[in-house]
């Protein structure tokens, strides 16, 4: 993504490829999470928030 920019250069040379580190380390958290939960399926689905509403489907003030 910008790894050819002078900036991504100076950053990984100051403080190292955070990206790399964060996709290993995600990489080792689901390579574990699979072995103690192997039906768990990947990538997990996100769930979507309802809204609260009052009767006659008027939503809840303080939800806005």
């Known amino acids: 993504m910008f790894h050819e920019t002078p900036i ?3 950053l990984v040379a100051e403080r190292g ?3 790399a580190q964060a996709r290993g ?3 080792r958290v689901r390579h ?3 072995r103690v939960l192997p039906s768990a399926p ?3 689905a996100r769930t ?3 809204q ?3 009767p006659g ?3 809840f003030p303080a939800a806005l």
Do not use: M
């Open 25 to 27: 380390e995600a990489d």
């Open 42 to 44: 990947w990538p997990v």
């Open 52 to 54: 609260p509403q009052l």
């Open 32 to 34: 574990e999470l699979a």
């Open 8 to 10: 991504f250069n100076r």
């Open 17 to 19: 490829d955070v990206p």
């Open 48 to 50: 979507v928030r309802q």
């Open 57 to 59: 489907g008027s939503v």
